[in-house]
């Protein structure tokens, strides 16, 4: 399964049915589970662990030293979990000793051709990454999160489960869960309501988010008031619990 003109080192832990393509170097760190396709011409370094199933294309890199002036070569980590797929030139750094030291992928994310995901960030499962969608360190992304095309988010920047961000948009403060984000810089839009009915959301919890939505940016509520209703709202509707967590937990402030 191991074209003979890659480079794999031979302290590299591959389960027995992993392929790998010519011309593909993977480091002596690496630990890759069953069931994963590695294209020619991709570049695993660095302590990375890649779980089941995944699929990586030609010319990516996975687990390089992060962009970042302050790393000094200490050893971080990168864990990827199962069924991802990382398409063309897709680049993804390992963490760094001024945060967790680990970037964290969770499992059956998208990242299409020329995406990256820089040095500590975390991001959910089911995911999808539009094509030169960029991240910048220490971001992170909710379960079901979609970034359209050219977009890209500021570090440290925390991002909802199911919320939209635009094609060319630019993220410079945190997007609640549900929320399209469009402009730049980012501004909430609407709710993602077409992604929540994909997933399932009955009518009327999307009836409830939007009310949510509502009270959040359209009704001239300072910001704790209007958690003040959001929480009393989520006594009786759960999907709103998450909306209220996040807020609790928001570093950057919110786009408004």
């Known amino acids: 399964m191991i074209d003979p003109r890659a480079a794999v080192a031979p302290q590299a832990r591959l389960a027995d049915d992993v392929s790998v393509g010519a011309f593909s170097i993977i480091g002596p760190d690496v630990e890759i589970g069953p069931g994963t396709s590695i294209g020619p011409h991709v570049v695993i370094a660095g302590v990375t ?4 199933g995944n699929r990586i ?3 990516a890199s996975i687990g390089d030293a992060p962009q970042d002036r302050k790393y000094k070569g200490e050893p971080t980590r990168l864990e990827i979990g199962d069924r991802n797929v990382f398409r063309e030139f897709t680049t993804v750094n390992r963490g760094t000793t001024h945060d967790r030291g680990v970037t964290r992928i969770g ?5 299409m051709a020329y995406t990256h995901v820089a040095h500590d960030c975390t991001i ?3 995911v999808v990454m539009a094509n030169c969608a960029t991240l910048g360190g220490h971001v992170e992304l909710g379960d ?8 890209a988010i500021h570090q440290f920047t925390k991002v909802g489960a199911h919320a939209f961000i635009a094609n060319n948009a630019a993220v410079t403060r ?7 984000a469009v402009g730049q810089p980012a501004a909430p839009h609407s709710i993602n309501s077409e992604g929540l009915k994909r997933r399932g959301f009955t009518p009327g919890q999307i009836r409830t988010l939007r009310n949510a939505y509502r009270i959040l940016y359209r009704s001239d509520l300072k910001l ?7 929480t009393e709202l989520a006594k009786e509707h759960d999907e709103v619990q998450p909306l209220v967590e996040f807020i609790g ?7 408004r």
Request: hydrophobic share 45%.
């Open 144 to 151: 079901w999160v979609i970034m359209a095309g050219l977009s």
């Open 57 to 59: 294309f030609q010319f």
């Open 49 to 52: 662990r890649i779980g089941a």
């Open 224 to 230: 704790t008031d209007a958690l003040g209703k959001l």
């Open 107 to 111: 499992s059956d994310n998208l990242f």
């Open 174 to 180: 945190d997007v609640p869960p549900y929320v399209m």
């Open 124 to 126: 959910g499962n089911q």
């Open 249 to 255: 937990t928001s570093t950057r402030s919110l786009v």
